[in-house]
């Protein structure tokens, strides 16, 4: 009888150390791949933050270019404007210099 709670205490014991070391396996194995998904989710995140900054990057500078294209056919057409307004002005001028001396003439 003796024996048989030897053999038992053993094989107890044995089992215990076994189920141990799988479940430390196990918890190794879990951290192991916890790990490598942390530095996959990283990764992906800071692949996800370069190309929003390259996306706002090019929008950026497609707006300034935009813009300075803008700003660019304002400035024509206000010189356009200008050269209108100069032209009416001295064809103004000069009709009513003409007048008075037509005026003169009656």
Known sequence: MNTVVVWAGLIGTTLGI???VLGCVALYRTS???????Q??????KNYYKSLSEAFKFQTETFE???REVRK???T???????????IKAL???NLRLRPSLKEDE
Request: aromatic content about 8%.
């Open 18 to 20: 076994i189920t141990s």
């Open 92 to 94: 103004l001028l000069s």
């Open 65 to 67: 270019h935009e813009f």
């Open 77 to 87: 057409r206000s010189d356009r404007i200008d050269q209108n307004q100069i032209e």
């Open 40 to 45: 996959r989710d990283y990764e992906h995140l």
């Open 73 to 75: 056919d304002i400035d």
């Open 32 to 38: 192991v791949i916890k790990g490598y998904a942390a």
